[in-house]
């Protein structure tokens, strides 16, 4: 195998480097090994086609074709995560010598591979994703713990914080928009008594709507909709998240539902995706009896899942599995309601076997949500809402905490479908985001 494959699975495989300054997502810089003089820096957003130029010494590195040098990798805002030393002549019978004398995690000796002993391409192969894994995982756990953009962990755009965001909003904060029937209906009674044509006087507020009652039958199916403009430290991007969740009712104090959330977010032009499949189970502990005029609920939801995020510009990704609880409480009086939310989650990587190959971001982290929304509906089915949340990262991660203000507007139909819209954005250490929410409540 040649250079070009062994520098290109170097970069792809330890994300990293240099001390060079540039907007790029990942940037080379290149001295030529005893002529200081002699240098190049490269940047582009994404790390397997510059890698593979590099290798190459193609494109913007040609004139380091025939060179022996010293290469290091910014990697997304990390400074000196690796660093290379490829000599093409310098082994034991003449052939190509590598030396990796340094990765971020890695605190053993230099790491040499010598052509004499084997194909280089294999041997890097085997070391990093065979013989030797966990340096691997230590390294990517580094880059979440330093970077920003990190895909996996450690900001609000990483798979963990999509995780728990998902289910935080959809069992927390935003539960209201999949209302359980004693605590909806109440709104949409018809006033007039039906056994005496007369006026219903029990001071219990009702928006006069008509049906006395909504039956959402036993299913209950939810889109929401996010979109945000990012600014990351040097960065700027745009992220999309997409959700579809079905909940299906046993009675009214058990749920099971079933959740797709979908994101993608790009980042300086670099692209990544995210899945996940999660199982929830909503159990209401309390509920407002239908004629009372307030009262308190409460909620408390625990729930797995599993996700998948991948990045072919970031050279990155893996396959994490979660499971947390949240709990609400909720406050009705009048046409006023408050709802308090906490949420705790873990979430941690696993690791992928496949034909001895052996691959594992490394994820071990921890991530408590804490938040409250007020709402207030009018006479014709509207309603406006303010409200924010604080995320904590429990574990090391590039942004220890942010918080997460919100305030829209909701449409709680007499059918039982709802739609809200309004803003929400993050804001921590070197970061902040703004966009909005849209959320579709169908009646089945």
């Known amino acids: 195998m040649n250079a070009r494959i062994i520098l290109t699975l170097a970069a792809a495989t330890l994300p990293g480097l240099a001390a060079a300054q540039s907007n790029e997502l990942f940037v080379f810089e290149l001295t030529e090994t005893g002529n200081p003089s002699n240098t190049l ?6 790390l397997p086609d510059l890698a593979e130029d590099l290798a190459d010494t193609q494109g913007d590195f040609a004139s380091f074709d025939g060179v022996t040098f010293d290469a290091m990798l910014r990697y997304a805002g990390v400074d000196g995560a ?3 030393n490829y000599t093409p002549s310098g082994g034991a019978l003449g052939g190509a010598l590598l030396t990796i004398n340094n990765i ?18 294999d041997q890097l192969q085997d070391f990093f994703l065979k013989d030797n894994p966990d340096i691997i995982k230590d390294f990517l756990s580094a880059i979440s713990e330093q970077s920003i953009v990190s895909i996996t962990d450690g900001n609000p755009l990483a798979s963990t914080a999509r995780s728990a965001k998902y289910r935080f909003n959809r069992f927390g904060l935003f539960a209201d928009a999949s209302p359980a029937s004693n605590q909806i209906n109440r709104m949409f009674i018809d006033p007039i008594d039906p056994g005496s044509d ?56 058990l749920s099971l539902v079933f959740g797709l959330p979908v994101g993608y977010h790009t980042i300086e032009g670099a692209d990544v995706f995210n899945v996940g499949l ?7 502990i309390m509920l407002i009896e239908e004629d009372a005029k307030q009262g308190l609920s409460w909620t408390v939801t625990p729930g797995v899942s599993a996700e998948a995020v991948a990045s072919y510009d970031f050279a990155a990704g893996g396959t994490l599995y979660s499971i947390g609880v949240t709990n609400a409480i909720r406050y009705d009086y009048d046409k006023f309601t408050f709802i308090a939310a906490q949420q705790i989650t873990l979430h941690e ?40 949340t604080w995320t904590d990262f429990l574990e090391k991660a590039a942004i220890d905490n942010y918080v997460t203000p919100m305030a829209g507007v909701m449409w709680q139909l007499k059918n039982g479908a709802n739609i809200s819209l309004g803003y929400e954005g993050d804001f921590g250490d070197d970061y902040e985001s703004h966009g909005g929410r849209l959320t579709f409540q169908l009646p089945f």
């Open 41 to 46: 820096i490269v940047g582009s957003s994404v």
């Open 82 to 84: 690796i660093d290379i």
């Open 104 to 121: 971020e995690g890695y605190t053993g000796p230099p790491i040499v591979l010598d052509e004499a002993d084997g194909d280089l391409g």
């Open 198 to 253: 007369e006026p219903i006087e029990d001071d219990v507020p009702r928006m006069e709507l008509g049906s006395a009652t909504i039956d959402h039958g036993g299913f209950l199916s939810r889109i929401d909709f996010t979109g945000q403009t990012v600014s990351a430290g040097d960065f700027e991007g745009t992220s999309f998240d997409i959700n579809f969740s079905t909940e299906i009712r046993m009675n009214e104090r």
């Open 278 to 284: 999660h199982v929830d189970a909503p159990i209401n």
């Open 349 to 388: 990587s696993t690791e992928l076997d496949v034909d001895e190959y052996k691959i594992d971001p490394g994820v071990e982290q921890q991530i408590l949500k804490l938040g409250g929304k007020a709402l207030y509906r009018f006479t014709d089915g509207a309603a406006v809402y303010v409200g924010g």
